[in-house]
């Protein structure tokens, strides 16, 4: 399989044409002017779009990350992970993660990190056969009612 990577930037046409659906695939509620708002204000925080085209030109997964420096070391932090659903166990989402290694190594990065929902159960099984391990518990509270 051959996969073309490359990183997406807001305004660029690929952002709303093939980032943007996968993205939304993996958060339904996500309507696609709060992808826009949030894709732009993301990247100016430092978050980083990485989209794999297969032959074809198809956006076959992406990744969203940023490098940041923690009291626990440098990490290359995977905001988002997803493979478009129809080309799951192809290696696709391994080779995405390979780069993501890469590029965290370059980077200076002690550690690949991210945060998968309790019930995804099938990311978890991925995750787990990359050889990455569950190291702490990510806690959350709505303060949005409260």
């Known amino acids: 399989m051959s996969l073309t990577l490359t990183d997406v930037v807001p305004g ?22 709060d992808f826009d708002r949030f894709a732009s204000e993301a990247h100016a925080q430092g978050l980083v779009f990485t989209a794999a085209h297969d032959i074809h030109g198809h956006c076959a997964a992406v990744a969203t990350h940023r490098v940041l420096a923690t009291s626990r070391g440098r990490i290359l932090f995977v905001d988002d992970l997803v493979t478009d ?24 990065c002690h550690r690949i990190e991210l945060d998968s929902g309790t019930a995804n159960l099938a990311a978890h ?16 509270r709505d303060i949005t009612g409260t």
Request: aromatic content about 6%; charged content about 25%.
């Open 125 to 140: 099984r991925f995750y787990h056969a990359r050889r990455m391990n569950i190291s702490a518990l990510h806690f959350t």
């Open 85 to 108: 659903p129809d080309r799951r166990s192809a290696g696709i989402g391994t080779a995405l993660l390979t780069h993501l290694t890469e590029r965290a190594r370059a980077a200076g």
């Open 12 to 33: 660029d046409w690929r952002m709303s044409a093939h980032i943007r659906p996968l993205m939304r695939a993996l958060r339904p509620a996500l309507t696609e002017e």
